[in-house]
Nanobody, 125 residues
Framework: QVQLVESGGGSVQSGGSLRLSCAAS????????IGWFRQAPGKQREGVAE???????AYTDSVKGRFTISQDNAKNTLYLEMNLLKPEDTATYYC???????????????????WGKGTLVTVSS
């Protein structure tokens, strides 16, 4: 059973930085995608950044150059380094994973089977 637990959310001023972590367990598949999604109040959930087991990455356009996704396989942990945060980045951020998945052409894969409970990021102006 895959379990994903997010941490690292909080409140920060515009221009600040945060690092989110996702402790993953049960991912025993040789190929997979794992990434970060976010949902702001009244808005649809959107994919933010994703990485697959081969190290391919994908980012939504609004975070390119500001956010970096990485994973530490030894610690079974996924990270999202967020810099130059903007008020529009305010959302609950979810970690999600999908087995037998490979990223293609730098596009975020959306049909994820496993989800964490989320961590709130608030950016004030």
């Amino acid at each position: 059973q895959v379990q994903l637990v997010e941490s690292g959310g909080g409140s920060v001023q515009s221009g600040g930085s945060l690092r989110l972590s996702c402790a993953a367990s049960g991912i025993t598949y040789s190929t997979y995608c794992i990434g970060w999604f976010r949902q702001a109040p009244g808005k649809q959930r959107e994919g933010v950044a994703e990485i697959d087991s081969r190290g391919n990455t994908a980012y939504t356009d609004s975070v390119k150059g500001r956010f970096t996704i990485s994973q530490d396989n030894a610690k079974n942990t996924l990270y999202l380094e967020m810099n130059l945060l903007k008020p529009e980045d305010t959302a609950t951020y979810y970690c999600a994973a999908e087995p037998w998945c490979t990223l293609v052409a730098g596009k975020i894969y959306y049909d994820m089977d496993f989800w964490g409970k989320g961590t709130l990021v608030t950016v004030s102006s």
